[in-house]
């Protein structure tokens, strides 16, 4: 059961950020699954430790949490356009 939320909750934090973004209608849901759940091991591996505060991956299901995995995922969809467009937007 906690795989399942896991993937719906990363989908979610994943669309979240890439509505953020701008770069909803270049990705699928599968795209938005897998931006959240890295972007939130991201965000748990560099932000994480700065704040305080866990990861949905850590199994801290807070809204500090989701906020860390969210900025952790819109992080990782910068990085990605940056080397795709040369600009992080």
């Known amino acids: 059961m906690n795989l399942i939320i896991w993937l719906v909750v990363g989908g979610l934090i994943g669309w979240v950020a890439s509505m953020v973004m701008r770069t909803d209608g270049q990705q699928g849901i ?29 199994g801290q299901f807070s809204v500090g949490g989701l906020l860390v995995s969210l900025l952790g995922a819109i992080v990782l969809l910068a990085i990605v356009n940056l080397f795709r467009r040369g600009s992080p937007r």
């Open 30 to 58: 599968i795209l938005n699954v897998i931006v959240g759940i890295v972007g939130a091991a991201l965000g748990g591996w560099v932000i994480s430790p700065l704040v305080g505060v866990g990861t949905i991956n850590q």
